[in-house]
């Protein structure tokens, strides 16, 4: 069990604290700066030294939710409306978990020495020595008198030493000292040994690898009987991670610090001596000031007369001591208005400790001022009341008390219960009502006496008790116990019994019972029509009111009186126009005789007693009185309706606004999977009007027929069970074209819970889609042309070197022409590679001679006729004779290139035509042209991109990498030429490039 509560403790710390904060911090807001929520950093740091970093966690967690919930706008909600504030919550945030983790890790490291010590009593040295280089911790003992210094090896480890090769000399060490921190560390050891102090300083060392570390060092000075220094002990600690811990707390103030500065709108800025540098627009807003009106401390002339001298002490004060500044004062508009301002400031400092200027903000507390005003008039006003009520009813329970010992012996029920709800007095009367003798009520509850009653009486002792008010006069219909089946009506008062002390506390509840049965029967025959009548008056929450011809009040409720702030009887005198503030008096009698200029139900403006108005919604209708029409208006106030409506239209308005400009896919569905919204993103990506999609089913119009099924299934897992919150899958645009959607999927709730819609915010992948499968190709296509030829050579070789096959047998001799050819293949694939990465990159240079087309056609036609000859495909040149200046080899590989192309896609015993001519546009146009099955138009510019051919398979089937024509394209665009394809499907293609008649390298 103690366990259980030393557990519990540190978290009870962390809500306590938390607690505590909040409400200092709501007592001290006034004179707290708008960012200063040092209180709850205080919490955070308080559990964190009692607890640690786990309880502290739960401080911080708890502060934010203080924080968000408490003193930032929305107050009292779990939301943050302004991006501001939310910068501020996430500051605060950090700088509390930075607080949290250094406090608990100074904790632990406290915990960490303690442990140490515990180690050092009970355990070996070898035991302590491996605990204080868990600990990153070194021991040293200097002899003042012989010099020498004792280390233990954690020091190696300390200075970045490897183990075993720190010999002990102070030289050593001193070698590792950083130059800019030797002549501070000496001074720091002189300065506690000549003054009988704690030596602790910190300090960088320098390690072998050239890295810098942080360390500290501590030390206690032992002196002998004539006060003369003998011996220093003391340790040497890393302090990386707290070095690391304050650099980033540095940080973070820099971006507090530049974040301030960049809200210039009430930020103020003035010099050490209180100079102006800047003022805020908020000053010259309120005051008509500019900048140059305030230079100095010519900004007092906006001040308040009253309050000028009061500010100019406090300021003056916090100039001279450097003490924060907080204060509260009027300025003055140019036009006489009188504005409240609470200025804060704190000041900025120098490297050397001196102020160098001060920042500080402005806020417009007028209207908060003006409302404490009415706060503290009002509060005010509820102590006195509340103190008259307290009087009235102690009077009431002297008063039941007196009239409970008097009536004792009366035919009248009463009783009284103790706190316990157990009868503790009781007379005969309610004691044959109840059918028991008084000795078998007392002591016992109603509960356990009379269970039948208990759910209807026992609600209303708790009532009283709890609230220390009387029920008067409450009217119950019953069965009696005596007299089953028989029902009667009584009359029941329940008032509390107080205490004879100051506190007045409620120790008991009176009861007093009398039957009214008679009575009842005979207002029930008598009043039935005038209760129906005056029962919607009682019990509407509306206002009801009942209006002549002329428009003057003939009845009303007491909501509609409460509505208008008047008392019944006030608004039993008044005429129609005395609150309504829309129509004039003469037509709010035309309306009241004629109902012409309004529907039966409509809108207006009611003004109060105190001249307030509030929105309202009228129902009229005609009650006839005799030869008199009465109009009946049933007035149901609307002002919080309306203002709830405008908070959700701006709410509305930003969240739309938002899906509006974000450069994302938004896409609403309702729950049948029908288009409610998309943004404007969406259109501009597919193409399609807002009309074109809005009300269509998703899964017909905007998904491939493939991806239907699966995608109907996440739709409604998604609204089922909320799986799928992130999945792929690709839309169609207007005119056909793919595009994959990484989606994000959020699942919407009416106010009972319900589902009724998704939401679903897309990111276009689709060129990282086609990148991975690209990817995908390649690997699949260079690891199968890789594999192909690496086969053919490893079965060849194995045959040869098992002696299967002799080398020197024909057998042989074809084993090693395969392998021979199958590393020239893959040669060539690697050569391919490293060609068209070379082109791109620019590490070839072409070597630009004079050469004859003609001659590079026919010698390339002359280099595929062999492979042609195997399918009886003809090749037909037709060339042109014209000098250019081009890299003949280069130019020779293009042709070469477009003819293999041609003649592995051309069917047997077709022709392949090679021609030039020379176009309008002073370029070469060569043509390769053939009648094989064609290329489709979606992949005639596709097919020069790397590793892209019309069919995967093609690699397999025909051979190649996909990398010819890529570098085809690359040498022909050196040339400053052009490249590209026409095809009509089974009718053959044609592969154009250009080559300018001059060309520059």
Not at 15 to 25: D, E, H, Q
Not at 77 to 87: C, H, Q, R, T, Y
Not at 815 to 839: M, P, S
């Amino acid at each position: 069990m103690l366990n259980k509560v030393r557990r519990i403790n540190p978290y009870a710390v962390a809500v306590l604290s938390v607690f505590t904060a909040t409400i200092l911090t709501q007592l001290l807001y006034p004179l707290l700066t708008s960012m200063s929520f040092a209180l709850f950093y205080a919490a955070v740091a308080i559990t964190a030294w009692v607890g640690g970093a786990r309880p502290g966690l739960i401080a911080t967690f708890l502060s934010i939710l203080s924080i968000c919930y408490f003193f930032l706008p929305p107050i009292h909600l779990f939301a943050i409306a302004d991006p501001g504030n939310f910068l501020r919550l996430v500051l605060s945030a950090l700088v509390a978990s930075l607080i949290n983790y250094l406090i608990s890790a100074l904790r632990n490291a406290q915990h960490q020495i303690q442990q140490l010590s515990d180690h050092r009593l009970k355990e070996s040295e070898e035991q302590l020595e491996l605990a204080m280089q868990a600990a990153h911790i070194g021991i040293w003992n200097w002899d003042l008198v012989t010099g020498k210094i004792v280390w233990t090896p954690q020091h190696e480890q300390l200075l970045g030493l490897a183990p075993g090769t720190f010999d002990g000399r102070y030289e050593t060490f001193d070698a590792r000292l950083h130059p800019d921190d030797r002549e501070g560390l000496n001074r720091a050891v002189q300065t506690a040994i000549e003054g009988q102090s704690i030596y602790q300083h910190e300090y960088r060392i320098i390690w072998a690898d050239g890295s810098i570390h942080w360390v500290e060092g501590r030390g206690q000075t032992f002196y002998d009987g004539m006060g003369q220094p003998i011996r220093v002990t003391g340790t040497l600690m890393n302090i990386d991670d707290r070095k690391q811990a304050e650099e980033a707390l540095r940080l973070s103030e820099e971006r507090y610090r530049s974040l301030v500065e960049a809200t210039t709108d009430s930020v103020w800025l003035t010099d050490a001596q209180g100079n102006v540098l800047r003022t805020a627009s908020l000053w010259t807003n309120l005051t008509g000031q500019a900048l140059d009106e305030t230079s100095e401390w010519d900004y007092l002339k906006a001040i308040h007369p009253d309050d000028r001298d009061h500010m100019l002490q406090v300021y003056s004060h916090c100039l001279a001591t450097g003490d924060p500044y907080a204060i509260e004062y009027r300025v003055l508009s140019q036009a006489g208005e009188c504005y409240w301002l609470a200025v804060k400031a704190v000041p900025v400092y120098n490297l050397d400790g001196s102020i160098r200027e001060w920042i500080g903000t402005f806020n417009n507390i007028t209207e908060r001022r003006t409302a404490e005003t009415i706060l503290l008039q009002a509060k005010l006003e509820l102590e006195q009341r509340v103190a008259d009520r307290t009087t009235a009813l102690q009077q009431t329970s002297q008063l039941l008390n007196n009239f409970f010992s008097a009536a004792s012996s009366a035919k009248i029920g009463l009783c009284i219960h103790d706190q316990k709800l157990r009868f503790v007095q009781i007379n005969e009367a309610l004691a044959a009502i109840n059918g028991h003798s008084v000795a078998d009520h007392l002591g016992r509850t109603t509960t356990e006496l009379l269970p039948e009653l208990a759910a209807t009486v026992t609600p209303l002792h708790e009532q009283v008790l709890t609230t220390g008010q009387p029920i008067i006069d409450l009217e119950m219909t019953t069965e009696l116990p005596s007299h089953p089946g028989v029902t009667r009506y009584w009359l029941a008062s329940y008032f509390p019994i107080l205490s004879s002390d100051s506190d007045a506390q409620t120790v008991g509840v009176g009861v007093i019972v009398t039957e009214i049965s008679a009575r009842k029967q005979a207002e029930n025959a008598l009043t039935k029509e005038l209760v129906q009548s005056k029962a919607l008056f009682k019990a509407s929450f509306d206002g009801i009111v009942v209006l002549n011809q002329q428009g003057y009040v003939i009845d009303a409720s007491e909501s509609f009186a409460r509505m208008l702030g008047y008392s019944l009887e006030e608004t039993l005198a008044l005429h129609v126009a005395d609150w309504d503030a829309q129509w004039t008096k003469e037509e709010l009698i035309q309306i009241v005789q004629t109902a012409e200029l309004v529907d039966t139900s409509f809108e207006t403006l009611h003004r109060r007693k105190d001249g307030a108005l509030n929105e309202v919604e009228i129902t009229v209708s005609e009650v006839k009185s005799g030869e008199e029409v009465l109009q009946l208006c049933i007035c149901r106030d609307i002002s919080d309706r309306k203002r709830a409506e405008a908070i959700l239209v701006e709410a509305d308005r930003r969240w739309r606004s938002l899906l509006d400009n974000v450069q994302l896919v938004v896409v609403g569905l309702d729950h049948n999977g029908t288009v409610e919204y998309v943004n404007p993103f969406f259109l501009q990506l597919t193409g399609y009007t807002e009309e074109e999609v809005l009300g269509h089913y998703w899964f017909d119009h905007f998904l491939m027929p493939g991806q239907k099924p699966s995608a109907q299934v996440c739709f409604q897992e998604v609204l089922e069970k909320e799986f799928h919150p992130y999945y792929q899958n690709s839309i169609v645009t207007k005119l056909g074209e793919e595009r994959m959607i990484a989606w994000s999927n959020t699942l919407l709730r009416n106010a009972e819970g319900k589902p009724i819609s998704t939401i679903s915010i897309g990111e276009d992948i689709t060129e990282r889609h086609r990148l991975e499968q690209m990817k995908a190709e390649f690997i699949s296509i260079v690891s199968h042309e890789l594999r192909t030829p690496l086969t053919s050579i490893s079965g060849a070789l194995e045959l040869l070197s098992t002696g299967l096959i002799q080398p020197e047998s024909d057998r042989g001799q074809e084993t090693i022409g395969i392998a021979a050819t199958e590393a020239d293949r893959l040669t060539r694939l690697v050569n391919d590679i490293l060609d068209l990465e070379r082109l791109e990159s620019g590490k070839i240079r072409l070597e630009c001679q004079p050469w004859d087309l003609a001659q590079l056609m026919t010698r390339a036609v002359d280099f595929m006729q062999l492979t042609a000859n195997q399918t009886g495909i003809t090749l037909l040149v037709e060339p042109l004779s014209v000098t250019l200046e081009i890299d003949g080899d280069r130019i020779l590989q293009v042709l070469t290139n477009l003819l293999s192309n041609a003649v592995k896609f051309s069917p047997n015993h077709s022709t392949i035509w090679l021609t030039a001519e020379i176009d309008r546009e002073h370029h070469v146009l060569l043509t390769v042209r053939d009648q094989g099955r064609g290329i489709p138009a979606n992949k005639l510019e596709n097919i020069f991109e790397r590793f892209q051919q019309v069919d995967a398979s093609d690699s397999r089937k025909k051979g190649g990498t996909g990398l010819g024509l890529a570098i085809c394209r690359s040498i022909v665009q050196q040339h400053g030429g052009a490249i590209w394809a026409e095809s009509v499907l089974e009718q053959g293609s044609r592969l154009h490039f250009t080559l300018p008649l001059t060309t520059e390298a």
